[in-house]
């Protein structure tokens, strides 16, 4: 682990775009210009956004914490803590082979793959609390407290401080989050918790305070689970999404394809903001929007946000 002083930052132009737009590089710096909307896409009336500070870190991919405060961001072999609204990388690790990551929505702690499967981690240090957690699938408790890992054909609850075992559920499970009051979710066989079986879940994303949580199936379509069951599926406006997260009520989500993010109405998937040219998204603390990719990191908000 390393920890770092922030670099200099890249400039950026602070004129507003609509929320359909695309982020590239301008003679005045990073910026957002508006483009059409992909044909089909349903798109929501939102205000004006502006670009407000970007910092050169490659991203591929991110994941908030900490009610935002805090983004772990990472790409091939190499994972950050990044402090919002500055930007400042806090510390920087490099565990071989590293792929992905999943954050505590309201605490200081995640969870990474890598070669040698899940660890368990605290921030922004990205120190071990808990490693060799196989291969998945995992989830992390929004405050940080529990970790649930698959272990054969059970599914385990243990405590980050120490690993003590708090409770077993049957498996299998094809993906796990947790969702507010909710607690745990197991996806089996494409149910998320009573209901029908549906298209096998392949990610799975909870609400930190609500008891919801977004599936993207088999088939391709997302689904808001909820206590009355599955709604009806719908299209990511990216393409096949890469990451998906919720936003605190379960209201909004954010999805990260390979050449745009969007964040969307989590239960139809109408586009709030949609962003050509990034790959990573995380919903940042004050109600900003984090962006990524190969340029760098940067935040964005409203306009009226900006004033």
Known sequence: ??????????????????????????????????????????????????????????????????????????????????????LAQAFDRRPPGMEEALGAAEANAALLRADDGWRAVVLPSIGDRLSDLGPGPVAIAPDGLRIAVLDGEVVREVALADGARLAEHPGPAEALAYAGDAGLLIARHGRVGEGDPLPAVTVLAGASQAGVALALHADGLLRLHGPDGPGEGWTSPVGPPRTISLSADGGWAALAGEDAVAVVRAGDGAVAARIAGARAIALAAGGRIAIGGPWGLALTGTVQEDR
């Open 1 to 86: 682990m390393r920890r770092m002083a922030p670099p200099a930052r890249l400039r950026v132009h602070q004129g507003a775009s609509s929320p359909v737009c695309r982020v590239e590089q301008g003679p005045d710096g990073l910026r957002l210009s508006p483009v059409a909307a992909p044909q089909g896409v349903t798109v929501l009336e939102a205000p004006p956004i502006a670009m407000q500070v970007a910092a050169p870190y490659p991203t591929e991919a991110m994941q908030p914490t900490a009610g935002g405060r805090i983004l772990v961001t990472y790409g091939p072999g190499m994972v950050r803590t990044v402090l919002a609204p500055e």
